[in-house]
């Protein structure tokens, strides 16, 4: 069975970093995209960050450019968002997706599997 988890949210100062892992348990793990997602309370889910099944492409939505960065380590099945100068406004739980599409994707239903989610919460 998939799995996908989600680690390393909390609560942060605005300003400050996290660094999220998502961990698969897909055997064929690196020929995967992986994007990664965030729900804040009453709003759609929305795209954040994906990063082709390789790690060559990656991309972002425009709020989170330059602050956010994703990678990903096949090795260890485990794709990586680092989060740096945090604003309330990226208050949210945090969703990793795999996508057998492979290259960099944005949509939703493009990905197959979910994780559970991880709450980050960003505020003084």
């Known amino acids: 069975q998939v799995r996908l988890v989600e ?9 400050g970093s996290l660094r999220l892992s998502c961990a698969a348990s897909l055997r064929t793990f690196s ?6 997602f965030r729900q ?3 709003k759609e889910r929305e ?9 060559s492409s990656t991309d972002y939505v425009d709020s989170v450019k330059v602050r956010f960065t994703i990678s990903r380590d096949n090795a260890k099945n485990t794709v990586y968002l680092q989060m740096n100068s945090l604003k309330p406004e990226d208050t949210a739980v945090y969703y990793c997706a795999a996508s057998r599409v492979g290259s960099v994707n944005t949509t939703l239903r493009t990905y197959d599997y ?3 989610g991880t709450q980050v919460t960003v505020s003084s």
């Open 7 to 15: 680690s390393g949210g909390g609560l942060v100062q605005p300003g």
């Open 31 to 36: 020929v995967y995209a992986v994007g990664w």
């Open 40 to 42: 804040a309370p009453g």
């Open 114 to 116: 979910w994780g559970q």
């Open 47 to 55: 795209f954040v960050a994906a990063i082709s099944r390789g790690g």
